[in-house]
């Protein structure tokens, strides 16, 4: 089952990596909007400050890769949406002009910026890998952080829209494999207590307010995954991370 999971997990990231490269003119439509550049470049500055260039870099990229997989879902069920928008310390989001049609399609426009995090953040490990380089190591996990805090599921979180096909057992087990990710992975070392977060929620949301009746093992195999591999990642150990704002060792 573990192999299966890895499968899934190695396919869905290079299918969207795939998509990506091979459609590289929605990224340059994105660049190409002048409220899109000059909200990257603000937010640029800001991280710059704080962090220094090559981070900011970084940061700005994961958030760009995380929003175009939402902008590829949308565009794949005729949904219109807008470029990608970053606000300064807080994020990015892609605005939409009408909603999903059904719950089915909410859970997979939702969760489909978090797959393309995490295959960008599959990338930056890869390349940490073969560099052995710290900042490497250090964006990949905040980009696996970044990713897994858009999982959890309340208000407009992408994990509030994966949440919104399955029943209230399925969510349940969601809840399950949350608990199970935070005892398995150690992710976030010290800050393992933000994990109960989503746990909390992913509690609440299967005892509490509206749920389908018909389940969606699909969309329950995606999150659980993602929130798998997106801890895993989350608790990679950064060289000398007392130097890096922001990064736990």
Do not use: C
Request: aromatic letters at 10%; zero cysteines.
């Amino acid at each position: 089952a573990s192999l299966g999971a890895v499968g899934l997990l190695l396919w869905k990231a290079k299918a969207i990596l795939a998509f990506l490269a091979t459609k590289g003119k929605l990224i340059l439509a994105g660049a190409a909007s002048w409220k899109t550049a000059l909200s990257v470049f603000v937010s640029f500055g800001v991280y710059w400050v704080a962090w220094g260039w090559p981070f900011a870099l970084g940061v700005v990229g994961s958030l760009y890769v995380h929003e175009l997989g939402h902008v590829v879902a949308l565009k794949r069920y005729g949904i219109p949406a807008s470029a990608p928008m970053f606000i300064p310390g807080v994020g990015a989001f892609v605005r939409l002009d009408q909603r999903p049609a059904t719950p089915v399609q909410d859970a997979r426009v939702g969760l489909a910026g978090p797959w393309a995090g995490l295959g960008a953040t599959l990338v930056v490990y890869s390349l940490y890998l073969a560099t052995g380089h710290a900042i490497f190591a250090a964006l990949t996990q905040v980009g696996a952080f970044l990713n897994l805090f858009n999982l959890i599921p309340v208000w407009q979180l992408d994990g509030s829209r994966g949440f919104a096909s399955l029943t209230r057992k399925e969510r349940g087990l969601a809840a399950a494999a949350i608990g199970v990710a935070m005892l398995a992975t150690g992710a976030l070392g010290a800050m393992q207590w933000l994990l109960a977060i989503p746990l909390v929620a992913a509690i609440a949301r299967s005892v509490m307010g509206e749920a389908p009746e018909t389940g969606d093992r699909f969309g329950l195999a995606q999150y659980v995954v993602l929130f798998f591999a997106l801890s895993a990642l989350a608790s990679v150990s950064v060289p000398g991370a007392a130097a890096l704002p922001g990064v736990s060792p």
